[in-house]
């Protein structure tokens, strides 16, 4: 039971970088989010910068994470909400730690709950 009146459309709110398909809600205390990464490296990619305050997350948050590409079927991907920040990491398989940048984009999606 959501009044409409606490549902916003938050997706301006947002610096998406290296980021395309993307949509940000909230819903009451909660943002759900999405949008694919287009990043390409072996380091942590900040591909989304929270610019509300009061849409940073109320602690660290993981988000669901991964590829747009077959090709990278055997690559893990990761991504996380913290602080302002919304970031990924590819790694090169399931069982390691090694980083890899993936040839195809990291699809994130999930939701994280606020003050």
């Known amino acids: 039971n959501t009044n ?31 949008a694919t990464c287009t990043a390409k490296t072996t380091e942590p990619m900040n591909f989304a910068i929270i610019n509300a305050p009061a849409l940073v ?6 988000l669901n994470a991964y590829t747009d590409s077959g090709d990278d079927f055997d690559k893990r991907a990761i991504a996380f909400v913290t602080e302002n920040k919304v970031m990924a990491r590819t790694y090169a ?22 003050n």
Not at 8 to 26: C, H, L, P
Not at 93 to 112: D, F, K, M
């Open 4 to 34: 409409k009146a606490d549902v916003e459309d938050v997706t301006s709110k947002f610096n998406w970088g290296t980021s395309i398909n993307y949509k940000a809600v909230r819903i009451g205390k909660m943002v759900i989010f999405r």
């Open 57 to 62: 997350p109320v602690t660290w948050t993981q």
């Open 93 to 114: 398989g399931y069982n390691t730690t090694q980083p890899e940048a993936l040839t195809g984009n990291v699809i994130v999606n999930g939701s994280w709950i606020i």
